[in-house]
Nanobody, 122 residues
Framework: VQLQASGGGLVQAGGSLRLSCVAS????????MGWYREPPGQERELVAA???????NYADSVKGRFIISRDNAKNTVALQMNSLKPGDTAVYYC?????????????????WGQGTQVTVSS
């Protein structure tokens, strides 16, 4: 089971980027999916999350600028980032709580993607 993130890059302040993450492997079901970020020299923090039912939660710093969405059928989660600021510069990680059979029987775990760099220049 793995999460594969993509879509990071370098953008000027005020610009937009879209991050995508796809979960693959022996997945039975996916619970919450979300995005975290780790700014330089800081701890990892929640950016946005979405439940399997579509309820969303955003960090105050990104409300009104970022939109999280998911496709349950494809086990994907996306983060549309608009009006980007230099303070959004970080490595972004996707995260998901999933029931899988990777250990031979159903089990629940939290999985992380490999991280994708987002750099916003002023």
């Amino acid at each position: 089971v793995q999460l594969q993130a993509s879509g990071g890059g370098l953008v000027q302040a005020g610009g937009s980027l879209r991050l995508s993450c796809v979960a693959s492997g022996s997945i039975l079901s996916t619970d919450h999916m979300g995005w975290y970020r780790e700014p330089p020299g800081q701890e990892r923090e929640l950016v946005a999350a979405v439940t399997s039912g579509g309820s969303t939660n955003y960090a105050d710093s990104v409300k009104g600028r970022f939109i999280i969405s998911r496709d349950n059928a494809k086990n994907t989660v996306a983060l549309q980032m608009n009006s980007l600021k230099p303070g959004d510069t970080a490595v972004y990680y996707c995260n998901a709580g999933m029931s899988t059979t990777e250990r031979g029987k159903p089990s629940y775990g939290h999985y992380w993607g490999q991280g994708t760099q987002v750099t916003v220049s002023s």
